[in-house]
């Protein structure tokens, strides 16, 4: 349901300027068919759901269960995906391959990677959500 036939575009930053996101939100929106409540729940779901997965991932390396490790790296590169976060979907990515090798240092030096891009991604959704009258 389209809440507005005007598009909903991206927040902008304290200068005025786009900001340099992760999320390309004009590509989100247009793929959504600028349904501002679908937006907002993908939105928001991503928010609850990704640092779950970051937790778990986290706790499956440190205790060397691979399995999880790589499920969870599998979910969270589809969450991704669906977002369009495409340095997610790599890290994600990366670290499922890991998983599937048995390669802890690599996961390991990637957790802190795919931490931080989240924490961005999560700034960005939150910011687009209050920015664009959706939170």
Known sequence: MNVSNEPLGEPLGESGDDFSCLIDFKELTARLENDAELISEVLTAFSVDAPL???LISRAIES???ETALTESHTMKGMCAVLGISSL????GSMERAAGKGDVDKLTRTRPLLERDTGKALSEI???LAASGLK
């Open 53 to 55: 997965r970051i937790d």
């Open 126 to 128: 939150e910011s687009y």
């Open 89 to 92: 979907v790599i890290l994600a």
């Open 64 to 66: 060397g269960d691979l």
